[in-house]
């Protein structure tokens, strides 16, 4: 039986330590609005667009593929050969990826972003260099959780945060060289740091390739590669709806919002990687209580994210208003309504658990087309009737929609009684928090002798929130 409490001791470093390499957006936004025009903060919207849907094909599912087959084998010189072979395939993916977009690459973009100035001559050839290491920095930073070394974890984490953020500092404020300076920039900052590990890692084991691996990997995470399309298009949609219909000022204060909330997102994915491991220990082993176990980190995973969350949305006011240039400003209201879309994140991340575990991630695609549907449906009809804005809410329900299905599909296949999940008590929980954020964010809430009220509901949210996490905590240690 594993140790809750040294888990979650162990989850929270991972995810502080894993929050690091994407972290740093977050903390160059306030140097970047004042250096970038809101046209430039949209060029690098884009250009992590084009990054999201490379590195699908880049790592064609193997990424997700290595964690579940590491502790299939679990064996020291076994893993390494598996490490091994899951890095020279995704450098031998990219190899050849990168010849073909030298003759296709500036059609994709004209058809895709249809941007001037941004094509993949001027910028493309800079996003696939990080992109290919960023996908390696993936799968090693995996190896590193998934055997417990904390040292080596940490020192890439930190490593790779430092380097990234000082080259896109250096490429904006520095050498003055604006959007392109930040993409070229993290560019060498993930460059120096994988060519860095990689030379240590191949210099110890040399370059083991087994096709066996290979094959098990590429059969396991092939519907992946779907999936994943599907995924980060409803990911991206917003942005590539932003990017077509509005002026790309609008997408840079809009990704400004995107940021902001994204840091949910990034200490969400940063949660489920330091606990997933553990997660398929338990799911593994028939030890007694191990669904309680089980369940007792979902249920800690969704107050988490509801604290995150309100914390967010609190916490963004200030943040626009003193720390962030004035022509960002209107980012303001966006902020709620995509912070609020990773609690369905969250539950998404719960419920399709048992689906990576028992291989069948089949349905996956199929969850994410019908998504996508909807969430191109929600984007025609919310822009026409709430403009930008409606973009926003269409994320949210993009995100609700793949819960939603996601829970049809484990109750389908009775998964769900596998796990037996107990979320009933967090519930009313998010409830509270999504109720709080809609009225929040109405119109239905005047202001007060010019001070707005609609500003202080998220604090009351939070304290309120907080108090009833405290009593419900309290009962279940009385149980």
């Given at each position: 039986?594993?140790n ?11 995810t502080?330590?894993?929050f ?15 250096y970038?025009?809101p046209?430039?903060?949209g060029v ?15 790592a064609?599912?193997?990424d997700?593929?290595?964690?579940r ?8 010189i076994i ?15 990219s190899?050849?990826?990168y010849?073909?977009?030298?003759f ?7 058809i895709s972003?249809?941007?001037s100035g941004?094509t993949?001559?001027?910028?493309g050839q800079y996003?696939?260099?990080?992109t290919?290491f960023?996908?390696?920095y ?9 055997t417990?070394?904390l040292k080596?974890f940490s ?18 404020v ?8 930040s ?11 994988m ?23 590429y059969?396991?995470?092939y519907?992946l590669v ?7 298009t409803?990911?991206s949609?917003?942005k590539?709806?932003l990017?077509k219909?509005?002026?790309?000022s609008?997408l ?20 489920q ?10 799911l593994?082993?028939n ?12 249920r800690y995973?969704?107050?988490a994210?509801l604290f995150i ?18 022509r960002?400003?209107s980012?303001?209201?966006?902020v ?7 609690l ?13 575990f ?12 019908i998504s ?5 449906a929600?984007?025609y009809?919310?822009?026409k009737?709430f403009g ?9 329900v ?8 996601t829970?049809?599909v484990?109750k ?29 964010n ?7 002798n ?7 509901v998220p604090?009351?949210t939070?304290?309120m929130?907080?108090?009833i996490?405290?009593i419900?905590?309290s ?5």
């Amino acid at each position: 039986m594993i140790n809750l409490n040294s888990l979650f001791r162990s989850a929270f470093v991972y995810t502080l330590l894993g929050f690091l390499p994407m972290a740093s957006a977050f903390v160059l936004t306030p140097i970047f609005t004042k250096y970038l025009s809101p046209e430039e903060y949209g060029v690098i919207a884009l250009s992590n667009v084009f990054q999201s849907f490379l590195s699908i094909f880049i790592a064609i599912g193997i990424d997700a593929a290595f964690t579940r087959f590491y502790f299939k084998y679990n064996k020291h010189i076994i893993t390494r050969a598996l490490l091994s072979t899951a890095l020279i395939c995704i450098l031998s993916f990219s190899a050849i990826l990168y010849v073909l977009f030298i003759f296709v690459g500036e059609y994709v973009f004209k058809i895709s972003f249809n941007v001037s100035g941004f094509t993949f001559n001027e910028f493309g050839q800079y996003i696939f260099i990080t992109t290919t290491f960023a996908c390696a920095y993936s799968i090693i930073s995996q190896y590193y959780r998934d055997t417990e070394n904390l040292k080596s974890f940490s020192w890439l984490a930190v490593i790779y945060f430092v380097l990234v953020t000082s080259g896109s500092y250096t490429g904006v404020v520095i050498m003055g060289l604006g959007a392109k300076g930040s993409v070229i920039g993290k560019m060498i900052g993930t460059f120096i740091t994988m060519i860095l590990y990689l030379f240590i890692f191949f210099s110890k084991t040399g370059f083991i390739f087994k096709k066996k691996y290979a094959i098990q990997m590429y059969i396991y995470g092939y519907p992946l590669v779907i999936y994943a399309l599907l995924a980060t298009t409803f990911d991206s949609m917003d942005k590539l709806f932003l990017s077509k219909y509005f002026k790309l000022s609008e997408l840079g204060q809009y990704n400004l919002a995107f940021v902001i909330a994204s840091t949910i997102g990034i200490i969400l994915n940063s949660m489920q990687a330091a606990t997933s491991p553990n997660i398929y220990k338990l799911l593994n082993s028939n030890e007694e209580n191990n669904h309680e176990q089980i369940n007792k980190i979902y249920r800690y995973t969704i107050i988490a994210t509801l604290f995150i969350i309100v914390s967010c949305i609190a916490l963004s006011y200030p943040l626009l208003n003193y720390y962030i240039n004035e022509r960002y400003q209107s980012a303001i209201i966006y902020v709620p309504f995509l912070s609020l879309a990773f609690l369905a994140r969250a539950y998404f991340m719960i419920y399709s658990n048992p689906l990576f575990f028992h291989g069948k991630t089949l349905y996956l695609p199929l969850i994410n087309g019908i998504s996508v549907v909807i969430g191109l449906a929600a984007n025609y009809i919310l822009i026409k009737q709430f403009g930008i804005i409606g973009v926003s809410i269409s994320v949210l329900v993009i995100k609700l929609s793949q819960a939603f299905l996601t829970f049809l599909v484990i109750k389908k296949t009775l998964l769900y009684n596998k796990i037996e999940y107990q979320l009933n008590q967090v519930h009313a929980l998010s409830f509270i928090v999504i109720f709080s954020v809609v009225i929040t964010n109405s119109d239905i809430i005047p202001d007060i002798n010019n001070v707005k009220i609609k500003y202080i509901v998220p604090v009351l949210t939070f304290l309120m929130f907080f108090l009833i996490s405290i009593i419900q905590n309290s009962k279940n240690k009385t149980q």
